[in-house]
């Protein structure tokens, strides 16, 4: 068991994995606890964090995100370049002005459902799955705040995001799974099928 804090430095000491930086990919299903798991890392100097939802094209574009997300974010790193794209604007339901997101820590988190697709994983020093069980997962998301924005589309996003899920062979083709606790303590081990 280990801490977020202790977590975001192990993270900070790997090498970099495109350009100078150490990109990690933070992935899992809906209400697993991904988001939170990456505001904690986000609170250590090192870290910053993008969420992969920025890449969708709404509730239908999970399975373009990762390459979206190639594009706008890991090219520009790997060649020292400001990342920029057009995040979705979900209020409006369209792509929104294009935005450059200046990197200036060690460390990206790319957190979110996607963010451990193969085109993305290569790219990364760490690829972590974070698991919850599924009640767990499930009571999560009914006590989120954006739950009425999400319920219509819950059911389909499921079946979308564990049909990415196996397409990209997650998790087992991740590096590490994390399970994180109430308290923020985090539980990790390595993947099982690496």
């Not at 992935?27 to 609170?43: E, I, P, R, Y």
């Not at 964090?49 to 520009?76: I, Q």
């Not at 990206?108 to 767990?136: I, K």
């Amino acid at each position: 068991m280990t801490t977020p804090h202790g977590f975001a430095h192990h993270l900070a000491s790997l090498p970099p994995s495109v350009g100078t930086t150490v990109l990690i990919g933070v992935d899992g299903f809906s209400g697993a606890g991904k988001t939170a798991l990456a505001g904690d890392l986000a609170q250590h100097d090192e870290v910053t964090v993008v969420s992969v939802e920025e890449f969708y094209l709404g509730w239908e574009g999970l399975a373009e995100a990762p390459a979206r997300a190639l594009a706008g974010l890991v090219e520009p790193l790997h060649h020292g370049e400001t990342p920029r794209w057009r995040p979705w604007d979900w209020e409006h339901d369209r792509e929104g002005p294009e935005q450059e997101r200046p990197v200036t820590t060690r460390v990206v988190v790319l957190e979110g459902c996607g963010a451990g697709a193969r085109a993305l994983r290569e790219h990364q020093a760490l690829t972590v799955w974070v698991d919850a069980d599924p009640s767990v997962r499930e009571r999560r998301l009914r006590t989120r705040e954006d739950w009425p924005l999400y319920a219509p589309h819950r059911d389909a996003w499921r079946r979308t995001e564990q049909a990415l899920a196996e397409r990209e062979e997650l998790p087992g083709a991740a590096d590490l799974v994390v399970r994180r606790h109430p308290d923020g303590s985090l539980d990790t081990e390595p993947s099982r099928h690496r």
